[in-house]
């Protein structure tokens, strides 16, 4: 700084300071400010400066400089305390809560400098006239510190007693207190009803909710109350990341993720925040994060990943088995270094004890990408035993029992019976049965397989079997693009078959086995080949048939079953939907009926795809819960993601939200599992994303959409999905107040939609980064976005989006602006607007769209109204003033007429726009045409009773542009809060015209 600045600048940096990230830079920014300060001799400069001082490094972790500024500060307030004003003096006295709590988390204070502090700080606030319910809520600090819980309980009891005054802390910070007290106690119930009105919002402040939703985290695991757990953790991390000071709040979500399988997740907070590993202005926090550190690594040390690198302190890279050792040692080190300062073992015992913590539970999807699983994805389970453990007979049995049941366990079954086997010789049925599981097991190798498996039934006397193998192995070269032969072969083994069932040469079984086949590769034929559908019909209709009086058997109910899905699909391929999904529906039934819940799914699945196609959302839903249920066990995990992603669209489609994010959640969660997080995982994660913003919950869904934006690309997702996805995350910010990065995420999805045939998305979204802009006070930006979103909006010929964009730039114009020209400016733009709309409702072909049009135009000459009567002090000369309010009046007066027109449809925007007229008259002078106004208002509603139904419906939904100034409730609140003000307006009008 090359000069002196004084007092006022000093101050206008010092809150723009304060504005500043938290961090080493303000710290040193403020320390630049209070040298400048001193320059000044002017004691009160100096004071504020310390105080900023003070500030910056409670909320940074450089706490431990915060002594020096305050001892100066207690000094000064000592020798001069004529130089404090009253807001410094009350400054001074708030802060000495910030040195006890400063002094309980630097191991070096003795305890005894501790309590002789609490002590002065009794007498300065008596002293002061302040009330004891600050000293006793830092008493209860020290002493459940140091584990004196017996003081801390009589601590408690005192400070709940004491009288809340403007020395006590914020109700949000007190109410954190109190209830992490209960839930050290373990009443955790109790501390999540004391922290309900903070989670609520009722109360906050600068760091909460932020330290209650990370505190909640643990008692709400041991509470089995686990949504809210993970709504918790993606709310309260959101608002800690950026804030250096809340290591120990940081701390608690990455225990969450170690206490919830979510390991991979604990890492990357780990990573995010690299400096706390080294921090030492604060070692109270930096034992917190480095026990919880020692607890994660040791939790990737017992999943077998300790070889894994991992982020750690600086300076070389780390194994989890390494920096599980080192910040075990150097957690311990510190809290040792804290039970030598206060004479106990207590600090060291919550160490351990929260570095050798459990997990809760295997593993809590929270919906958000991890780069990586830490840990292999355990195989799914199976009901085969090792062959170690049983014998070949045994196996043998076992998976003739499987087989025979047609689970989908059997072929497990068989491949464990051949590694039993291994080289010895085994019985001709034996070996036949194995080599057709080993086809089967083989896919579009397994024809050659199956054939060996033909040859080996014959062997063993079964011939109708050796004709099943040989249909199987046919469709097996329709699948692989030999379809032709395929048939040629299966409608020579359909007449054997038929021709030994006749004789009693074969069974049943093994007909119905061939009959499927020749049905099968027909089919294949049709959907992949052009093949003839009333040839499949005819196979179909011939196995369906055959099968049908042989239900009893469970191979035959199974043939049966898929006999009837079959005509599902051709009644699909000839386009009757209604009659597949009937076909489909029951095929299904039948599947269950026989207990093969597992062959059910596919129909299901299927069946949920076209009811949804159809409109019926209450079978679509069905359908997709059944397979579901029926999958379970049986599914792959990327068959599970499928699954529930589509239940969560049936769902989403009947506006059953909540259900519809859980789901949303758990797709996201298998399809990770899968290995698909960057396809089928993204997809899930947007679709939660926009679930959670469905239910106001911004601050989940922000989090949701921020982690799959990197994974969504239009190759794979569409560029639609990009759009929707940023639109969705900046309609999140925009309500968490990001408004800069609101309006970048608006911007970005704008340049994609640029390029798109139909424009409309491009201008809202032009529009929408405008609003954003504006709200983030860059007001420069947000002119130039809502010039281009009203090019867009006159392109399209949209002439509502036209007006409101030309209306905001009015606002923006005389908006904090110093420019001697912004009201010309404004004057101009809403003249256009109204020329504009003007010009489009008299255009108008469509009735409604006319009506919505001239609202419009009303909404504007109300606006042009309020804001020349706004400026109405910028006017030259005395009479400035008055020809301002005189031309609003002509604008309102012009609104009033505008919105008549529309007749009992218009009643509520023209009274509302004739008390805002009445109130300028007033203001001009006119009490007589002010009351005359205000009865008009009082006559327009005389007509209906206070129950009536009446008012326009007219869709007046805004873009987010200047508020209007007529409500369109049209109900009977309207019509009374329009008679109370009207009446309220003439007793004013009564009591000056009396005085």
Not at 105 to 119: C, D, F, R, T, Y
Not at 868 to 884: F, I, K
Not at 909 to 921: D, K
Request: include cysteine.
């Amino acid at each position: 700084m090359s000069q002196v600045m004084d007092f006022d600048a000093l101050r206008r940096a010092m809150a723009d300071n304060h504005e500043q990230p938290e961090g080493p830079a303000r710290n040193a920014r403020a320390e630049q400010l209070l040298v400048e300060a001193e320059k000044l001799n002017i004691p009160p400069a100096v004071i504020e400066a310390l105080g900023h001082q003070l500030k910056v490094y409670n909320y940074s972790s450089e706490k431990d400089r915060m002594f020096v500024p305050f001892a100066r500060l207690l000094r000064m307030w000592d020798e001069r305390p004529e130089d404090f004003d009253e807001y410094e003096t009350h400054s001074l006295h708030w802060v000495f809560k910030w040195m006890s709590a400063g002094m309980l988390g630097q191991p070096h204070i003795p305890l005894a400098a501790m309590e002789k502090w609490l002590g002065e700080m009794e007498h300065r606030y008596r002293l002061a006239g302040h009330s004891e319910r600050a000293v006793r809520s830092a008493e209860f600090s020290v002493a459940a510190h140091i584990g004196d819980l017996a003081r801390a309980e009589r601590a408690y009891t005192a400070w709940l007693a004491a009288d809340r005054d403007d020395m006590a802390d914020c109700h949000a910070c007190e109410l954190h207190d109190q209830g992490w007290w209960q839930a050290h106690k373990g009443e955790d119930e109790t501390a999540l009803q004391l922290w309900r009105p903070v989670l609520e919002g009722e109360y906050a402040c600068a760091h909460e909710p932020h330290a209650v939703l990370a505190s909640s985290l643990l008692p709400l695991l041991r509470l089995g109350r686990l949504d809210e757990a993970r709504a918790h953790h993606l709310r309260g991390f959101r608002l800690v990341r950026a804030m250096e000071s809340m290591r120990g709040s940081y701390a608690d979500h990455v225990e969450f993720c170690a206490l919830t399988g979510n390991e991979a997740r604990g890492l990357e907070l780990l990573a995010e925040r690299p400096a706390y590993f080294t921090d030492s202005g604060e070692p109270r926090s930096k034992l917190d994060f480095l026990a919880v550190v020692a607890l994660v690594m040791g939790r990737l040390t017992e999943l077998g990943l300790a070889d894994r690198a991992v982020p750690g302190p600086a300076g070389r890279e780390w194994t989890a088995r390494e920096l599980a050792v080192h910040a075990r040692e150097e957690a311990l080190a510190l809290a040792a270094r804290f039970d030598v300062r206060n004479g106990t073992s207590y600090v060291s015992e919550r160490t351990r004890e929260r570095m050798d913590r459990r997990p809760l539970l295997d593993r809590l999807p929270l919906g958000v990408r991890v780069t990586a699983r830490p840990a292999p994805v355990a195989p799914r389970a199976t009901v085969v035993e090792e062959p170690s453990r049983r014998g070949l007979p045994a196996l043998l049995a076992e998976a003739r029992r499987l087989s025979d049941a047609l689970h989908p366990d059997a072929m497990d079954a068989w491949a464990a019976v051949a590694r039993a086997a291994g080289d010895r010789e085994l019985d001709p049925r034996d070996r036949a049965d194995l080599a057709d599981h080993e086809a089967m097991s083989r896919g579009p190798e397994g024809a050659e397989f199956f054939e060996r498996a033909a040859v080996l039934y014959e062997a063993a006397g079964d011939p109708g079997e050796a004709l099943a193998a040989r249909a199987r192995a046919a469709f097996v070269r329709a699948l692989t693009g030999r379809s032709d032969e395929a048939l040629e072969t299966v409608t020579g083994l359909r007449e054997q078959v038929l021709a030994r069932y006749g004789e009693g040469g074969t069974g049943v079984r093994q007909t119905a086995s061939v009959l499927v086949g020749r049905a099968r590769i027909l089919m294949h034929r049709l959907h992949e080949d052009g093949g003839s559908a009333p040839a499949a019909e005819e196979a179909v209709r011939e196995l369906l048939a055959f099968a049908e009086p042989h239900t009893a058997e469970l191979r035959l109910a199974s043939r049966a079953a898929e006999a009837r899905a079959m005509l599902g699909e051709l009644a699909l391929h000839a386009g009757d939907a209604e009659a597949g999904a009937e076909l489909l529906a029951r095929a299904a039934e039948e599947y269950v009926a026989a207990g093969l819940t597992w062959f059910a799914v596919e129909h299901e699945v299927r069946l949920a795809r076209i009811a949804r196609q159809l409109g019926d959302l209450e079978t679509a839903h069905r359908a997709a819960r059944a397979a579901l249920e029926h999958g379970q066990g049986h599914l792959e995990p990327v068959g599970q993601a499928q699954l529930h992603l589509q239940l969560a669209e049936v769902l989403a489609a009947a506006e059953r939200f909540p259900e519809a994010a859980e789901h949303a959640l758990q797709a996201a969660h298998w399809a990770d599992e899968a290995g698909e997080g960057p396809a089928l995982g993204a997809w899930a994660r947007h679709q939660l994303g926009g679930l959670l913003l469905q239910q106001g919950r911004f601050a989940e869904a922000a989090e949701v959409l921020e982690s799959a934006l990197p994974d969504l690309t239009a190759e794979t997702h569409g560029d639609g999905a990009i759009v929707q996805t940023l639109w969705w995350l900046g309609d999140c910010q925009t309500r968490l107040g990001e408004h800069r990065e609101a309006a970048e995420r608006w911007l970005r999805a704008a340049e994609i939609a640029r390029h798109w045939p139909e424009q409309r998305d491009h201008a809202m979204l032009a529009h929408l980064a405008a609003d954003a802009l504006g709200d983030a006070d860059l007001p420069s930006e947000a002119d130039r976005a809502y010039a281009r979103a009203g090019d867009l909006w006159r392109e399209l010929g949209n002439a509502r989006g036209l007006v409101r964009s030309l209306r905001a730039r009015a606002w923006l114009a005389v908006s904090g602006t110093e420019d001697a020209a912004g009201p010309a400016v404004a004057r101009e733009l809403m003249a256009e607007a109204a020329r504009e709309c003007a010009s489009a409702a008299t255009a108008a072909e469509d009735a409604d769209a006319r009506d919505r049009l001239i609202v419009e135009l009303g909404q504007t000459h109300c606006q042009f109204g309020e804001l020349v009567a706004r400026s109405a002090g910028d006017g030259a000369g005395e009479d400035g003033p008055r020809t301002a309010l005189e031309e609003a009046l002509v604008q309102l007066t012009e609104a009033i007429a505008v919105f008549g027109s529309l007749g009992a449809g218009g009643l509520d925007l023209r009274t509302g726009a004739e008390l805002a007229a009445a109130r300028l008259e007033a203001d001009l002078g006119r009490p007589d045409a002010a009351s005359a106004r205000a009865r008009a208002v009082l006559a327009a509603y005389a007509a209906y009773e206070d129950d009536a139904d009446y008012g326009d419906d007219a869709d007046c939904a805004d873009y987010g542009d200047h508020a209007d100034c007529a409500s369109t409730d049209g109900d009977a609140q309207t019509a009374r809060a329009r008679r109370a003000e009207a009446e309220r307006l003439l007793e004013l009008l009564g009591a000056h015209q009396e005085g």
